[in-house]
């Protein structure tokens, strides 16, 4: 069946830093891809997407590049804020197929 | 835009007990999508509703049900609580026609002693 697996937290990275998430996955067919973020005491938003590989989305400094040879979708941004500290999930949607299927979370700490 | 409202925020139950969820969908979205989020895990799927009609379900027992409502609101309810049903419920509404793109509810935190 479809899954997603994320890299485990927390990740802890001073202001300014380089950020990656890692976040593979194991699916039939070509879904779509998710990164979702959970600031502290929202709900979930959705980041960016991508829907096809070698598609690359982006939002907010944020990208993740769709690499179907190896299955990944790894978030990253050039330089964190204090303000990304937050919860991060990859998550994807197969096709012909509504349900989301979700990684268990990362949690990024930004210090100043 | 006025989001996505679920109510209560937090409720605590009886093992046996059935309990009753809702949640205001984001006005014009005509799909809602209910998860459950167990304590450092990501979201797990519940059920699916479009135009009033159950079209997708996730690996839950049929004490989980839901109702959609003509104006988009929903219900999730769980009859026979069971101690492992405590967990974070979330909604989650949407436009069938763009799938995986979806507005998250705060949540209701529901405990079972």
């Known amino acids: 069946g479809n899954s997603v697996t994320q890299m485990e937290g927390p990740v802890t990275l001073s202001e300014e830093a380089f950020l990656t998430i890692n ?9 779509s891809l998710f990164w979702y973020v959970q600031y502290p005491g929202e709900g979930l938003q959705l980041l960016l997407k991508a829907t096809k590989a070698d598609d690359k989305g982006s939002n907010k400094g944020f990208e993740a590049t769709y690499r179907k040879e190896t299955t990944s979708f790894h978030l990253e941004k050039g330089s964190v804020q204090v303000s990304d500290s937050a919860v991060y999930f990859c998550a994807l949607r197969g096709g012909g197929n509504y349900q989301l299927i979700w990684g268990a979370g990362t949690k990024l700490i930004i210090k100043p | 835009e006025t989001g996505v409202t679920q109510s209560p925020t937090h409720l605590i139950k009886t093992r046996g007990q059935q309990v009753t969820l809702r949640c205001s969908s984001q006005s014009g ?4 999508s209910w998860y459950q989020q167990a304590l450092g895990q990501g979201p797990q799927f519940i059920f699916q509703y479009y135009r009033e009609e159950e079209n997708g379900r996730g690996n839950f027992p049929p004490r989980f049900s839901g109702l959609q409502f003509p104006n988009y ?3 999730l309810n769980v009859n026979a609580l069971e101690l492992d049903d405590s967990a974070l419920y979330l909604c989650a509404s949407s436009l069938v026609e763009v799938p995986g793109e979806a507005f998250f509810g705060q949540g209701t935190r529901l405990t079972v002693v």
């Open chain 2, 73 to 75: 609101s929903s219900e």
């Open chain 1, 23 to 31: 976040c593979t996955y194991t699916a039939t067919g070509y879904p």
């Open chain 2, 29 to 32: 979205h005509n799909t809602v």
